[in-house]
């Protein structure tokens, strides 16, 4: 098994891993072995002679789907060592904790992909997606600083509303706010006072700056961004969506999830909008593990039959439906598959025959364009901010 914990030799190896192929500064490195490696499963390909030729990390992370709690291991880096690539090392470190996460019954991994094709190659589906607005005679090699931005929204803030520098020490705030903004949503990531902090710790040392915004002197949203563009932005409430034609003018490159089940987010992009949607709207990708585990984490529709039966592969998957969740899931293999499948139309089940890919996507939400799964899976959009 590839899961170590890195000997000081191996860290060694693992920094210039690092430096090499994430191509990260001093302070990033440093950071991230001091705080989050020990937050993260270390799965690693070693050569004969000891040599790390590559690394996956990925973090365990704590969402809430509606009322449950669930942990989804999150890939944070995949590296190949120069001299070892082009011979599929990544790929199968990927298998390879894909694998130990279904013998331990995790439901899915989950990733921000570099590549998408590379990942749909390795059996990983997009889950999530967001759109850009952005002007079109927009500059896009004028990347946004403090100043300009600030400068700008202090001008353009509606009355009662005014905008600072954010700092360390506002973490307690921001957690306030990611939290009032998330208790609504679906499926989002819990963040702890502890975590948030480490978070905004890192970006805002990491060439990173931030912007606090209050309504009448309190904290109501915040915005992250660096030379890249924007990375996070959330307020408080969700009447801070009147603001994005706002911010659109001033803070081109913003992201923001798009709601599959509430299409108002895209009637409001009409061609006299002043921004554009981006063609490069593909998130947050995902491969199922523990099949059944998934199942049971899933949110069905109201709508949806009592009795379902997936067929996929080889396997049949009975499951009884009941306020929105999967309470019994039965499982057939090969050996009983044609004898279960002719019970099947006596019995009252909606039968859905699918692939693997498709099942992933219907499991995590995103499926409003897919006929197969109509008044079956409970349509969302995965809440996941964090991308640094």
């Not at 990983?124 to 607005?133: A, D, L, R, S, W």
């Not at 659109?248 to 490159?253: A, K, M, Q, T």
């Amino acid at each position: 098994m590839p899961l170590i914990t890195p000997s000081k030799s191996q860290l060694v190896q693992l920094a210039d891993l690092h430096k090499t192929s994430f191509q990260d500064g001093d302070f990033y490195i440093d950071f991230f072995f001091k705080n989050k490696l020990n937050l993260a499963d270390c799965f690693v390909n070693i050569e004969l002679d000891g040599t790390l030729s590559g690394v996956l990390y990925a973090r365990p992370l704590k969402f809430k789907i509606l009322k449950r709690v669930v942990v989804i291991p999150f890939i944070t880096g995949v590296a190949t060592n120069p001299n070892f690539r082009n011979r599929g090392i990544a790929s199968s470190l990927l298998n390879e904790a894909c694998d130990y996460y279904a013998k331990n019954k995790y439901p899915c991994v989950m990733l921000y992909p570099f590549n998408h094709d590379f990942y749909r190659r390795q059996k990983f589906q997009t889950v999530n997606y967001f759109y850009k607005p952005f002007l079109e005679s927009y500059n896009r090699d004028e990347a946004p600083n403090y100043d300009y931005l600030l400068g700008k929204l202090i001008k353009i803030l509606p009355t009662n509303f005014s905008a600072e520098k954010l700092k360390i020490e506002d973490f307690a705030s921001c957690k306030k706010i990611y939290d009032c903004a998330s208790k609504n949503e679906s499926f989002f990531q819990i963040r702890t006072p502890s975590y948030f902090r480490m978070l905004l710790e890192e970006y805002l040392q990491d060439a990173g700056s931030g912007i606090l915004f209050k309504h009448f002197g309190k904290p109501y949203g915040y915005l992250l961004f660096s030379q890249e563009g924007i990375k996070e932005m959330v307020f408080s409430h969700k009447s801070a969506d009147k603001f994005l034609p706002i911010f659109s003018e001033i803070l081109p490159s913003l992201e923001c999830p798009i709601n599959f089940r509430d299409s108002s987010t895209r009637d409001n992009l009409k061609p006299n909008c002043p921004f554009v949607l981006s063609s490069d709207i593909e998130y947050c990708m995902a491969r199922i593990c523990h099949i059944k585990k998934a199942i049971k984490i899933a949110i069905y529709d109201k709508k949806c039959p009592k009795k379902i039966c997936i067929i996929l592969e080889d396997y049949i998957f009975k499951i009884w439906i009941k306020n929105g969740r999967a309470q019994f899931v039965k499982i057939y293999q090969k050996k009983k598959y044609h004898s279960e499948l002719k019970k099947l139309n006596n019995k009252n089940f909606h039968i859905i025959s699918t692939s693997r890919e498709s099942l992933t996507t219907a499991l995590l939400g995103n499926v409003k364009f897919n006929p197969l799964y109509k008044n079956i899976f409970y349509v969302y959009n995965i809440l996941m901010y964090e991308k640094y």
